[in-house]
C-alpha cells in the first residue's frame, strides 16, 4: 500500500515536467506569428548578396558617375582660378610696399584706376576705357627716368610705353607726382565691364628705372610690376 502511494507520489512531478515541456513545443501552434517569422528569415550570407547585387552599377552608370566627378573637379578648379584672379583684382596696387627704392627714383606712393576717353588726342580712335596710374616721388629722389609698360591679360604691351624724366625727385610738371595713362585699352564695354567684375585675366603695369630717358631698354632695371585695379574715375 505505502508502495503504490510512492510510486504515485514519484510520477506526479514527472507529468508536470511533461505538461510544461508539451507547452513549450506547443508555442509555435499557439502563436504562428512568431512560427512564420523564424521560417521567413532571410540568412545573412543571402541579405548580403542581395545588397552587393542592389549597389553593382553597370559600365554605362560607372562611366557616367566618373564623368559627373571629372566635371566637379574641373568646376572646382576654375572657382579657384576664378577667386584668386577677383582677389588680385580687389588688391590692385595694395601689395606694393612702399616707399619703393631704386637706384635713382623712390616711390612713395601709387594708384592705379580706369579712365573714359572718348576723342582724347594721343589715344587710339575706338578705346572706350584706358589704364591709369599716379605716381608720387619722395622728395630725396635723385634724377633719372621712369617708363611704365600697360599689359593686358595675355601680358602683351597695350599701346605705347610711357618715359617719364625727373630733376631731383620732381617731374617735368614742377610737380612730385604725375599722372601717366596709356595709349589704348578696352575698345568694347561689355569687355570692360567683365574686367571691373573680376571674370576675365588681370591687367598689369611695369614701372621700370634708368639714369636718363634716352637709355636704351636694356638698361631699365624693374622697380615694381602690379595689378591694374578696376577701378574706374
Request: hydrophobic share 40%; net charge positive; aromatic share 10%.
Amino acid at each position: 500500500m505505502d508502495t503504490q502511494k510512492k510510486d504515485q507520489i514519484t510520477d506526479a512531478p514527472v507529468e508536470a515536467r511533461d505538461s510544461h515541456k508539451s507547452e513549450w513545443l506547443d508555442l509555435g501552434g499557439k502563436h504562428p506569428q512568431n512560427a512564420t517569422r523564424r521560417h521567413s528569415s532571410m540568412p545573412w550570407s543571402k541579405l548580403i548578396a542581395t545588397i552587393q547585387n542592389k549597389l553593382s552599377l553597370s559600365r554605362p552608370e560607372k562611366i557616367a558617375l566618373v564623368s559627373i566627378a571629372v566635371i566637379f573637379l574641373g568646376l572646382a578648379v576654375w572657382a579657384g582660378v576664378w577667386l584668386k584672379q577677383k582677389n588680385q583684382l580687389a588688391i590692385g596696387n595694395q601689395g606694393i610696399e612702399f616707399p619703393s627704392k631704386g637706384a635713382y627714383a623712390t616711390i612713395s606712393n601709387f594708384s592705379s584706376y580706369w579712365k573714359r576717353c572718348g576723342d582724347t588726342p594721343g589715344i587710339k580712335i575706338g578705346a572706350v576705357a584706358i589704364p591709369a596710374a599716379t605716381i608720387t616721388l619722395r622728395k630725396d629722389s635723385s634724377s633719372g627716368a621712369l617708363r611704365f609698360y600697360f599689359r593686358d591679360s595675355n601680358m602683351k604691351s597695350v599701346g605705347d610705353p610711357v618715359t617719364m624724366s625727373f630733376q631731383n625727385g620732381t617731374f617735368s610738371n614742377g610737380s612730385h607726382t604725375i599722372e601717366i595713362t596709356a595709349s589704348d585699352g578696352f575698345h568694347n564695354q561689355v569687355d570692360f565691364n567683365t574686367y571691373q567684375l573680376g571674370t576675365t585675366g588681370a591687367w598689369e603695369l611695369e614701372v621700370l628705372e634708368a639714369k636718363d630717358e634716352m637709355e636704351p631698354r636694356a638698361n631699365f632695371s624693374l622697380l615694381f610690376k602690379t595689378v591694374i585695379s578696376p577701378a574706374l574715375r
